[in-house]
């Protein structure tokens, strides 16, 4: 029977595990970092849009003065 074997298994050394430490640092921090910067951007102008909308909605309802006495939208009283 043919065996394949496609890596053979050597033990890493403390050097090589050091390497591919700074390696892996270098490599992912910046995209952790992008995306820490991403999310603060995106809580800043959901919070931004929200609050803007709620004002609307509140100054919508203080000016709007279309509703009679029950609260009933454009409701014409017969007098």
Known sequence: MQQFQLKSVTPTTAP???AALVFAIVFFLPILALA???VL???????L???V????IKLQSITN???DN???KNVKVRK
Do not use: D, M, P, Q
Not at 53 to 56: I, L, R, Y
């Open 53 to 56: 909308g709620f004002v609307k």
């Open 65 to 67: 003065r279309s509703r």
């Open 36 to 38: 820490l910067i991403a």
């Open 70 to 72: 029950e609260g009933r």
């Open 16 to 18: 090589g595990k050091i």
């Open 49 to 51: 849009l929200f609050c």
């Open 41 to 47: 951007v995106a809580l800043v102008v959901f919070s």
